[in-house]
């Protein structure tokens, strides 16, 4: 029996738990566990459906018995739990995202049996438990003891908490429950989680009005009315991922008992006081800063005493300034029967480290330890948080007095900051696996014995990678900021903690995407409280730069995305309540200063008023998402001269290996079913297959590694000149005022399946060509060369607030022979602060004295600085396709000259011209210090750190466009 098994695994589990800790610590009580029960009971008419999707040795039971019933995980998800228990495969693999949809519908009833120690017993009357749960996915309700149901649960990115008193426990217990009611406390715990699916169908259908869109395209096998729950928009599919539309407890759960208050919020704020003008580096230009600490207690118990706190500041880096505390101010106020406990605390500035971005400075960062107590001394509860000092403003001023014309720039503590990003999806289909093993729980004493000794044993689907090693990749392709998108989930602790150490930016968006969004009182309402408790998490890390209301709602009622002009006062309306009402009215109360910016939407038109009649595509103002995947993309003048790029991009295909390991195929091809399946974009493999016609003249079938490699290469060279581009305007304006970019966000980061997408890695980390392309173009120095149309030209792009000397050597090849052409050179010249110079320039017809066959021809540039860790060449061809590129073969080798602790040295070698040399570990996943380059020397360096080092490590394979060019005129 399910249920009785489920009863005596949680009792061991928790005779394990109370065994470990000291009595005195017994105060939360943390769930997390794979000893939960999980059931649905199937609807009879869907039960042969359900059954057959299963795997052999569960049908008959299910058809038999009408439910599925398994032990499960939490944190984690039902389709995790079956996968472990072997009744579903892979839901990552083949098709199964369409296959497991029938689960989808089903509603799912999480529980657990839970005999309480004896402490509890011995409090008085009137004593309060508290059950929190820091994450339930989505729509639910709670019963404790099979009599006492609780408000339902509404939103992923919400906490419920829920208050019980020693008479709701006592003598509960419920089915499978064993224990002697009168011997003790027994607390049954369920939560009946509805499918999203029809949870989302029945609330649209109840609604006033249709609230678009109401569906998606076919090729993205989803499902209708995402916008009506709170939850993760792109469960529901997108153009890059599935639809699986998780159900489960995603987050963990504890139980608090035995002390007399709960320390239930707690609200930092870093700010300065007084007002006043920066001058320069490190001139806050006020006389102190201010740390606001609001503190919300429960109360449990009916004793006396009130709560008191003390505190400490202490740098992180050893040897850094010990800030004195100026002056503190601790106020105590009840708030009903609870409390809060209100800190203020001021320091002289010039005690203070700033924090800065990367690349712009040291990331100094001070721990705020808080320690909670009673005068009779039996509460004592510790907090902390790591809190950096800085200045963010985001310039919106006009230029030279023009109405239209607004800078779109960030300015962190007085300094102008050149952004370099990317945007970041869901790290996970199944994100609650990214939880198990949470550092943010820290009022639970009992979280590090879960999360290391008894749970790294029995949770499944522990991540692929951790959180530092994606912070490796981020920093290492020389990423300075990141947009966490809207249609994903904000992020876990652990992320704002690693991008405030690494100096990483976060724009943070709210949870709303490519929709519009109800606006009945219950939304709103739902919203604030999300609002709230997210903005109240996050507001103290140094790394947000920015909140943004949503992506492209607002340009999706302006350029009539969905058809909303029948009613489009009604949506504008609508909009506005949610995003400048609600969303802007509750971040403002809690960032009174606004010392992190806020904008209602992405794409903006700058955002000075915030309304929707305004541009939000301006080229003049705010910021600008750009897509076009049929222009000729070597031509810089398909593209926009925007203030600040913050979408664009191009699809590829992931590494074969990544392919193959999820498709379950050994021979993938551009359209066969499989490919077909995971091509989300309309019409995506017929686009893909236009440009590598395009870009290369390509005859023959798109397959294989071929398919992988020139899909990855147009990504890169698409991708790249977009980045070049942008990065030429850097403080430059065109004759018509476009211009001024001040950064670029290209899309995306990463991804969540194996399939097409716009990604610079794939779900397994491994890099593709344009993470390497990015990592060049992403240097503070930049060197880079582009075709105008008649002219091959080099611009040098300096974003440092100092004068930098560079090098130029500039190289023409006949594509057949190694012996260089002609040469130039550009010595010893130097770029000005901040600024984007023309620096080398020749025209088509002065190369055509020297290759009268420019078909044949390339130019490499190469460009060094002081600042140039990156010295891949770079290579143009006076035109704007690599069509009718006549090749030798190479006859590439790689041998191992040298094993590190660390890493291994490659020698590259090759007998020919070998352009866009790709490099790829067979048995690693890891990164090259070099990739994706042309080979016009016999030979190359290069080094390979791989995720995990060994004496076997490493078999590389090489390759070239030689291998895969098959052009035509």
Request: charged share 25%; net charge neutral.
């Given at each position: 029996?399910?249920?009785?098994?489920?009863y005596?695994?949680?009792?061991?589990?928790?005779?394990?738990?109370?065994?470990?800790?000291?009595?005195?610590?017994?105060?939360?009580?943390?769930?997390?566990?794979?000893?939960?029960?999980?059931?649905?009971?199937?609807?009879?008419?869907?039960?042969?459906?359900?059954?057959?999707?299963?795997?052999?040795?569960?049908?008959?039971?299910v058809?038999?018995?009408?439910?599925?019933?398994?032990?499960?995980?939490?944190p984690?998800?039902?389709?995790?739990?079956?996968?472990?228990?072997?009744?579903?495969?892979?839901?990552?693999?083949?098709?199964?995202?369409?296959?497991?949809?029938?689960?989808?519908?089903?509603?799912?009833?999480?529980?657990?049996?839970?005999?309480?120690?004896?402490?509890?017993q011995?409090?008085?009357?009137?004593?309060?438990?508290?059950?929190?749960?820091?994450?339930?996915?989505?729509?639910?309700?709670?019963?404790i003891?099979?009599?006492?149901?609780?408000?339902?649960?509404?939103?992923?990115?919400?906490?419920?908490?829920?208050?019980?008193?020693?008479?709701?426990?006592?003598?509960?217990?419920?089915?499978?429950?064993?224990?002697?009611?009168?011997?003790?406390?027994?607390?049954?715990?369920?939560?009946?989680?509805?499918?999203?699916?029809?949870?989302?169908?029945?609330?649209?259908?109840?609604?006033?009005?249709?609230?678009?869109?109401?569906?998606?395209?076919?090729?993205?096998?989803?499902?209708?009315?995402?916008?009506?729950?709170?939850?993760?928009?792109?469960?529901?599919?997108?153009?890059?991922?599935?639809?699986?539309?998780?159900?489960?407890?995603?987050?963990?759960?504890?139980?608090?008992?035995?002390?007399?208050f709960?320390?239930?919020?707690?609200?930092?704020t870093?700010?300065?006081?007084?007002?006043?003008?920066?001058?320069?580096?490190?001139?806050?230009g006020?006389?102190?800063?201010?740390?606001?600490?609001?503190?919300?207690?429960?109360k449990?118990?009916?004793?006396?005493?009130?709560?008191e706190?003390?505190?400490?500041?202490?740098?992180?880096?050893?040897?850094?300034?010990?800030?004195?505390?100026?002056?503190?101010?601790?106020?105590f106020?009840?708030?009903?029967?609870?409390?809060?406990i209100?800190?203020?605390?001021?320091?002289?500035?010039?005690?203070?480290?700033?924090?800065?971005?990367?690349?712009?400075?040291?990331?100094?960062?001070?721990?705020?330890?808080?320690?909670?107590?009673?005068?009779?001394?039996?509460?004592?509860e510790?907090?902390?948080?790591?809190?950096?000092?800085?200045?963010?403003?985001?310039?919106?001023?006009?230029?030279?007095?023009?109405?239209?014309?607004?800078?779109?720039?960030?300015?962190?503590?007085?300094?102008?900051?050149?952004?370099?990003g990317?945007?970041?999806?869901?790290?996970?289909?199944?994100?609650?696996?990214?939880?198990?093993?949470?550092?943010?729980?820290?009022?639970?004493?009992?979280?590090?014995?879960?999360?290391?000794?008894?749970?790294?044993?029995?949770?499944?689907?522990?991540?692929?990678?951790?959180?530092?090693?994606?912070?490796?990749?981020?920093?290492?392709?020389?990423?300075?900021?990141i947009?966490?998108?809207?249609?994903?989930?904000?992020?876990?602790?652990?992320?704002?903690?690693?991008?405030?150490?690494?100096?990483?930016m976060?724009?943070?968006?709210?949870?709303?995407?490519?929709?519009?969004?109800?606006?009945?009182?219950?939304?709103?309402?739902?919203?604030?409280?999300?609002v709230?408790?997210?903005?109240?998490?996050?507001?103290?890390?140094?790394?947000?730069?920015?909140?943004?209301?949503?992506?492209?709602?607002?340009?999706g009622?302006?350029?009539?995305?969905?058809?909303?002009?029948?009613?489009?006062?009604?949506?504008?309306?609508?909009?506005?309540?949610?995003y400048?009402?609600?969303?802007?009215?509750?971040?403002?109360?809690?960032?009174?200063?606004?010392?992190?910016?806020?904008?209602?939407?992405?794409?903006?038109?700058?955002?000075?008023?915030?309304?929707?009649?305004?541009?939000?595509?301006?080229?003049?103002a705010?910021?600008?998402?750009?897509?076009?995947?049929?222009?000729?993309?070597?031509?810089?003048?398909?593209?926009p001269?925007p203030?600040?790029?913050?979408e664009?991009?191009?699809?590829?295909?992931?590494?074969?290996?990544?392919?193959?390991?999820?498709?379950?195929?050994?021979?993938?091809?551009?359209?066969?079913?499989?490919?077909?399946?995971?091509?989300?974009?309309?019409?995506?493999?017929?686009i893909?297959?236009?440009?590598?016609?395009?870009?290369?003249?390509?005859?023959?079938?798109?397959?294989?590694?071929?398919?992988?490699?020139?899909?990855?290469?147009?990504?890169?060279?698409?991708?790249?000149?977009?980045?070049?581009?942008?990065?030429?305007?850097?403080?430059r304006?065109?004759?018509?005022?476009?211009?001024?970019?001040?950064?670029?966000?290209?899309?995306?980061?990463?991804?969540?399946?194996?399939?097409?997408?716009?990604?610079?890695?794939?779900i397994e980390?491994?890099?593709?060509?344009?993470?390497?392309?990015?990592?060049?173009?992403?240097?503070?120095?930049?060197?880079?060369?582009y075709?105008n149309g008649?002219?091959?030209?080099?611009?040098?792009?300096?974003?440092?607030?100092?004068?930098?000397?560079?090098?130029?050597?500039?190289?023409?090849?006949?594509?057949?022979?190694?012996?260089?052409?002609?040469?130039?050179?550009?010595?010893?010249?130097?770029?000005?602060?901040?600024?984007?110079?023309?620096?080398?320039?020749?025209?088509?017809?002065e190369?055509?004295?020297?290759?009268?066959?420019?078909?044949?021809?390339?130019i490499?540039?190469?460009f060094?600085?002081?600042?140039?860790?990156?010295?891949?060449?770079?290579?143009?061809?006076?035109?704007?396709?690599?069509?009718?590129?006549?090749?030798?073969?190479?006859?590439?080798?790689?041998?191992?000259?040298?094993?590190?602790?660390?890493?291994?040295?490659?020698?590259?070698?090759?007998?020919?011209?070998?352009?866009?040399?790709?490099?790829?570990?067979?048995?690693?996943?890891?990164?090259?210090?070099?990739n994706?380059?042309p080979?016009?020397?016999?030979?190359v360096?290069?080094?390979?750190?791989?995720?995990?080092?060994?004496?076997?490590?490493?078999?590389?394979?090489?390759?070239?466009?030689y291998?895969?060019?098959?052009?035509?005129?």
């Open positions: 029996n399910n249920a009785i098994m489920s005596f695994d949680m009792s061991v589990f928790l005779l394990l738990l109370l065994v470990t800790i000291p009595p005195s610590l017994q105060l939360v009580l943390d769930l997390s566990s794979p000893c939960w029960h999980i059931e649905s009971e199937i609807p009879s008419r869907d039960v042969e459906r359900v059954a057959g999707i299963l795997s052999r040795g569960f049908r008959d039971e058809r038999r018995t009408g439910r599925i019933a398994l032990n499960g995980t939490v984690g998800y039902v389709l995790q739990d079956m996968h472990r228990k072997g009744m579903i495969g892979d839901p990552l693999a083949k098709d199964h995202d369409v296959k497991y949809r029938p689960l989808s519908r089903l509603s799912w009833l999480y529980r657990t049996p839970l005999p309480l120690p004896s402490k509890p011995e409090k008085e009357e009137g004593d309060k438990f508290l059950l929190v749960f820091e994450g339930i996915d989505t729509a639910a309700y709670i019963v003891n099979k009599i006492h149901v609780f408000k339902s649960h509404d939103n992923q990115f919400r906490r419920t908490v829920i208050e019980l008193t020693r008479e709701q426990i006592a003598g509960g217990g419920g089915r499978g429950n064993h224990s002697d009611s009168a011997k003790g406390l027994n607390l049954t715990i369920e939560v009946v989680i509805s499918s999203a699916v029809e949870e989302a169908d029945k609330r649209a259908f109840e609604y006033p009005h249709i609230v678009p869109p109401v569906s998606f395209p076919d090729v993205q096998h989803g499902e209708k009315h995402r916008n009506f729950l709170r939850k993760s928009p792109s469960s529901f599919s997108w153009d890059w991922g599935p639809a699986f539309f998780p159900a489960g407890i995603w987050k963990p759960v504890h139980l608090v008992y035995g002390q007399d709960y320390l239930s919020a707690v609200d930092v870093t700010g300065r006081n007084g007002t006043g003008v920066t001058t320069g580096r490190n001139d806050t006020f006389s102190s800063w201010n740390v606001k600490v609001t503190l919300d207690f429960v449990l118990t009916n004793r006396g005493g009130k709560p706190v003390t505190y400490t500041l202490k740098p992180i880096i050893p040897g850094v300034k010990h800030p004195e505390t100026h002056s503190n101010i601790i106020r106020r009840r708030k009903g029967k609870d409390g809060v209100e800190v203020t605390l001021e320091f002289v500035a010039s005690d203070i480290e700033m924090w800065y971005p990367r690349g712009y400075g040291d990331q100094h960062l001070y721990n705020l330890t808080l320690k909670a107590g009673t005068s009779h001394g039996s509460y004592c510790s907090t902390s948080r790591v809190l950096g000092f800085r200045t963010v403003e985001l310039n919106q001023d006009k230029l030279d007095g023009e109405g239209n014309q607004r800078k779109f720039e960030f300015v962190i503590n007085g300094e102008p900051v050149y952004i370099k990317a945007n970041m999806v869901p790290v996970s289909v199944f994100e609650g696996r990214n939880y198990g093993n949470s550092s943010a729980q820290d009022a639970s004493p009992s979280n590090a014995l879960l999360g290391n000794a008894l749970l790294d044993t029995v949770l499944l689907s522990r991540d692929r990678f951790s959180m530092t090693e994606l912070f490796d990749r981020v920093e290492f392709g020389g990423i300075n900021a947009r966490v998108w809207g249609g994903g989930v904000y992020r876990e602790d652990e992320f704002y903690e690693e991008a405030d150490r690494r100096g990483i976060i724009w943070q968006e709210f949870m709303f995407a490519c929709s519009m969004y109800p606006a009945d009182e219950r939304f709103l309402e739902n919203v604030r409280g999300e709230k408790e997210q903005v109240t998490r996050l507001k103290h890390h140094p790394s947000i730069i920015l909140l943004s209301g949503n992506n492209e709602n607002k340009q009622i302006q350029e009539n995305w969905y058809s909303t002009d029948y009613n489009k006062t009604t949506f504008v309306s609508e909009y506005m309540a949610l400048d009402g609600v969303i802007r009215d509750a971040v403002d109360g809690l960032i009174p200063d606004r010392s992190i910016p806020f904008l209602l939407s992405s794409p903006s038109n700058g955002e000075r008023t915030g309304w929707v009649e305004d541009d939000p595509q301006s080229q003049h705010g910021d600008v998402h750009f897509y076009n995947y049929t222009c000729q993309c070597l031509d810089t003048g398909n593209f001269v203030r600040f790029a913050s664009f991009g191009f699809q590829s295909y992931p590494s074969l290996r990544t392919l193959r390991a999820a498709l379950k195929a050994h021979n993938i091809t551009l359209h066969d079913a499989n490919t077909q399946h995971r091509q989300h974009l309309v019409n995506g493999n017929d893909l297959e236009d440009q590598i016609t395009r870009m290369f003249g390509q005859k023959g079938p798109l397959q294989g590694e071929t398919l992988v490699y020139l899909t990855q290469l147009n990504q890169a060279l698409c991708v790249s000149s977009e980045i070049a581009h942008f990065r030429r305007f850097y403080n304006r065109s004759e018509d005022g476009r211009g001024m970019n001040a950064g670029v966000l290209l899309w995306q980061l990463n991804d969540v399946w194996a399939a097409p997408t716009w990604s610079v890695m794939d980390l491994r890099p593709k060509m344009l993470y390497y392309a990015m990592r060049r173009l992403y240097q503070p120095v930049i060197g880079t060369g075709w008649t002219h091959v030209e080099v611009s040098v792009v300096n974003e440092l607030n100092e004068r930098v000397e560079y090098k130029i050597d500039v190289f023409l090849f006949d594509a057949q022979n190694p012996k260089v052409l002609k040469e130039w050179y550009v010595l010893k010249q130097s770029a000005p602060p901040r600024s984007s110079i023309l620096t080398f320039s020749v025209s088509g017809n190369l055509e004295q020297s290759c009268p066959d420019l078909q044949k021809c390339f490499a540039v190469e060094s600085s002081k600042y140039n860790e990156i010295r891949t060449p770079e290579i143009v061809r006076p035109g704007f396709s690599w069509k009718g590129l006549s090749l030798k073969k190479p006859d590439l080798r790689v041998e191992i000259m040298q094993r590190l602790e660390d890493r291994i040295v490659l020698a590259v070698h090759s007998q020919e011209i070998a352009l866009w040399v790709w490099l790829e570990a067979k048995d690693q996943v890891g990164v090259f210090s070099m994706m380059f080979l016009y020397q016999s030979m360096v290069v080094e390979f750190i791989p995720r995990v080092m060994s004496e076997s490590c490493c078999r590389v394979h090489v390759t070239s466009l291998n895969h060019y098959r052009s035509g005129k």
